[in-house]
């Protein structure tokens, strides 16, 4: 155990996930890393190492995986004092053709997930009277467009869990935020849709990374519960 405040983000790829490590790091936090793939995180590492990381094995959607991931970080780290919830998944689809249990895994991933972790975190930092939980959203959060059933559904849960959490949890101590991401962010899967749109066209992740961090800063007489974040040249 470190004495270093200690921080867990659930769902960490190469995009905002590792972002976030790095930026909670950079902090002074010592950080877990989780998801599903451990081997996937520990590359990560390898080709870019970062202080008071390390990784874990955790299958979000299971209840018992989830535990053993708080067991085991806050055995190594300490007791949480920042919990991300940054894990989903999504395939496009008419609601006429999506089929049942890919809807239900969809679902899974982005929200009852979301319940496990949030529930996970909670129970640990009421212990201590302070602690704070972030999820990650989307615009699918505030309005269901077609195709999205698989995103718009786990995210309208998703939303719908930070807010009872907020008003359940707030007054406990623990600070819950849920950031709407509005756009795509910047990566080399998403890179292609900023041709001819200029470099600012996708979200930066170490430009998100800043903004979480703030919301674990803030004094508690202000806190956030919900923001959006989007590109300056996005139109909403």
């Not at 155990?1 to 936090?29: E, H, N, S, W, Y």
């Not at 018992?64 to 949480?80: H, I």
């Not at 949890?169 to 990566?187: A, E, F, N, T």
Request: contains cysteine; hydrophobic residues 45%.
């Amino acid at each position: 155990m470190t004495d270093k405040q200690a921080a867990i983000v659930v769902g960490v790829g190469p995009g905002l996930g590792f972002a976030l490590v790095k930026r909670f790091a950079r902090a002074g936090m010592a950080v877990a890393l989780a998801a599903r793939a451990k081997q996937h995180l520990d590359q990560l590492l390898q080709q870019e190492p970062v202080e008071g990381a390390r990784a874990y094995a955790c299958d979000a959607t299971d209840q018992g995986s989830v535990g053993r991931l708080f067991e085991e970080a806050g055995k190594d780290l300490g007791a949480p004092e920042l919990v991300v919830f940054n894990a989903g998944a999504f395939e496009p689809g008419s609601v006429l053709d999506i089929a049942p249990a890919d809807f239900e895994r969809c679902w899974r991933v982005g929200c009852f997930a979301g319940f496990l972790v949030g529930q996970a975190a909670a129970r640990r930092m009421l212990k201590a009277g302070r602690g704070t939980i972030i999820f990650t959203g989307a615009t699918a959060a505030l309005r269901g467009g077609a195709n999205f059933a698989n995103l718009a559904v786990p995210k309208f849960g998703l939303r719908a869990l930070a807010q009872t959490m907020a008003r359940e949890l707030g007054p406990k101590g623990i600070h819950i935020g849920h950031v709407v991401i509005d756009g795509q962010i910047r990566s080399e899967r998403y890179q292609h849709l900023a041709a001819g749109r200029g470099p600012d066209a996708l979200l930066d992740p170490d430009a998100i990374a800043e903004t979480y961090y703030h919301l674990h800063t803030q004094p508690r007489i202000a806190w956030t519960l919900e923001l959006d974040l989007r590109p300056w040249v996005e139109k909403f």
